[in-house]
C-alpha cells in the first residue's frame, strides 16, 4: 500500500481529484477537515477541551459543537485560533497515523490518500510515501470560489493570503498535478503516474 498525501491552495480542485482517485483505484481516502469534525464531536478527544476553552455558548441545544457560533467566538482572534488549532490538529494527525497504521496491517488496499490543506505545515511528510501538490493558477482558483462557493473577492483574498505560496508547495510536493484547464488533462495526469494500477479497481 502506498500512502499518499494531497494538498494545494484553495480552489485547486483537490475534491475532484479525489473523486477521480477514488473511481480508479483500490483506495481510502481519508479528509483531514472530516476528521477534525468527527473528533470536534460529543465524547470525542478534542471536544470537551475545545468547550471549555471557548464556552458554553458555542454548544448547540444537542450537546454538538455550534460550528457558526465556534468560527464567530474565534473570528479576527488570532490567539484563539492558534491555541484552538493546538487542539485539532495534533489530535486529527495522531487519527489519522493510527488508520494508516490499520491499513497497512490490513494489507487489502493500494492507496490511501489523506488530503489536507495543512499537510506541509503540520508534518505530513514524515508519514506519508508521497507528496502531491495540486495546482491551479491563481485565476483558475479565483473563478472556481466565485462560481461554486458564492465567496467575494474580498473572502478570496483573505484566504488565499494566509496560505503557503506556490514555491512553498513544489518544493516539499515531488508530483504536481496541474489543474488550471480541462479535467480530461488532469485525468490523463493521473492516470499516467498511478500508471498499471489505474483502471484496476476491484
Known sequence: MKVVGITGGVGAGKSCILEYLADRTDCRIIIADQVAHRLEEPGEVCYKQIVAMLGREIVAPDGSI???RMATRIFGDK???LRVNEIIHPAVKAYITQEIAK???EG???YLFIEAALLIEDGY???VDEMWYIHADTEA???RLRKDRGYSDEKINKIMQGQ???EAFYRHCPVVIENS???ESVYKQIDEKLGEDSCQKQ
Open 66 to 68: 455550534d460550528r457558526g
Open 108 to 110: 487489502t488496499l493500494r
Open 125 to 127: 511528510g514524515q508519514i
Open 164 to 166: 503557503l505560496s506556490e
Open 141 to 143: 482558483r479565483r473563478e
Open 103 to 105: 491499513a497497512r496491517e
Open 181 to 183: 484547464g480541462e479535467l
Open 79 to 81: 490567539e484563539m485560533l
